[in-house]
């Protein structure tokens, strides 16, 4: 094969790719996770979460939080898509909420602000909300929100 056969190879590819994941996924999904803009671990936060999921999947979630608000929120996680996507979009969810609200945020909730989740990805949305309620219950163990989680 020549470059000219390759790239167009590449590019047949490609669309293919991006055909599949549009059957698969809303749109909201595949912007969420093709730019996860909370994609990241901040430094000195005041909440941390780590979670394994039952998939495999590890995600991690770090938070500040000041004057009874998130202020600013992170998430990484070594899973697929679906996973990127609940991430971020759920740490879009939570910031100016008190952690009280943000505890209230269930996977239901989630999915519907992604527009829907296949049946086989539903435990990545359960993992970022569970790897949050996590964080959160480290913020109030350290003392954070006086106990009011």
Known sequence: MDKGQLDALATDLQKKIQDDEE???SKTV???YRNPTKFGILSQPDAIGVIKGPCEDTMKITLRIAHGKIHDARFWTDGCGATL???NRLLKMII???PQQAMGITETQLVTALGGLPQAHLHCALLAVNTLRQALKTYKLKGGGHGEL
């Open 23 to 25: 059957k698969t996924y």
């Open 30 to 32: 595949i912007r969420e």
């Open 85 to 87: 996507a609940s991430g």
């Open 96 to 98: 100016g909420k008190t």
